[in-house]
């Protein structure tokens, strides 16, 4: 019986069950859901979920409601090409910028320099401490200091006889080196900061974790009709690709012309 003049039509979302909408509401609040968890939101088992969520994304009413309760908030094919273009597009270089730093070397010196560098100081220092007339204290941490000075130089003196060959290590030049800083106003002002996922420390400082939208997108594709197209298509080449039986007259194939004329 047709409804009554004056009643409304009520939309594919109404006509659905409490479970197919809690399905569609699980799919339409979370667009990177998979249908098994969907599913199990809308409070199908969770052995049966992943068969559930494809049997309800295979139901003509529950896709009629998913479109309508996606209308206006679906990208349109073309929008999702954009989006595909930017994410395929987007790179580090996005997110960070070249700095210069200075990174400190040592280098090798023979240990006889050593030597002979202590060896001026103990000489210098004994000077200098002869002129500016030494109070006892000052005296005292004068004649401790040398004396450190002196044991070092035998010390070093020793390692020399033993080892001719022995160097030590000395600030060298700093070496002039590039590194990768994270720079969000960068990636701001290239509008690119929505394909960050997340932001986090790492052992090398703060690193990025680009989004990566594919499977939201290509499901919202398929929700907004998308690919209507090419479900066409497929279902074009599922007639083309028919399977072919090749059925028996119950007359051998003939291998030569002697046997096709023993058939005649």
Not at 14 to 32: G, I, S, W
Not at 160 to 165: D, G, R, S, V, W
Not at 167 to 188: H, I, M, S, W
Request: hydrophobic share 35%; with cysteine.
């Amino acid at each position: 019986m047709p409804p009554a003049e004056n009643q409304p039509t009520l939309t594919a979302y109404e006509q659905l069950t409490a479970k197919q909408k809690a399905f569609v509401d699980a799919l339409c609040l979370e667009p990177n859901i998979s249908h098994t968890k969907a599913a199990e939101r809308a409070g199908y088992a969770k052995k049966s979920a992943f068969v559930e969520g494809s049997r309800l994304l295979r139901n003509a009413k529950v896709r009629k409601a998913l479109g309508e309760q996606l209308k206006g908030v679906a990208p349109t094919s073309e929008e999702i090409a954009v989006r595909w273009d930017r994410v395929s597009r987007a790179t580090l270089e996005d997110f960070y910028t070249t700095e210069e730093y200075e990174e400190p070397t040592t280098e090798l010196r023979p240990l006889l320099e050593k030597i002979a560098d202590l060896s001026y100081q103990i000489d210098f220092e004994e000077r200098v401490a002869t002129r500016q007339e030494l109070e006892e204290d000052q005296l005292e941490k004068h004649r401790y200091r040398q004396q450190q000075r002196r044991n070092e130089v035998i010390r070093l003196e020793v390692e020399l006889e033993m080892n001719p060959a022995a160097t030590y290590e000395v600030p060298g030049p700093p070496a002039k080196k590039q590194r990768l800083q994270l720079d969000l106003v960068k990636a701001q002002k290239a509008g690119v900061l929505d394909l960050a996922k997340a932001i986090k420390p790492t052992q090398f400082g703060l690193g990025i974790e680009l989004r990566d939208p594919d499977a939201a997108l290509d499901k919202l594709a398929r929700m907004s009709g998308a690919y209507e197209k090419d479900n066409e298509q497929s279902r074009a080449v599922a007639v083309i690709n028919a399977k072919v039986e090749v059925i028996s007259s119950g007359v051998p194939i003939a291998r030569s012309e002697q046997e096709a004329a023993a058939h005649v």
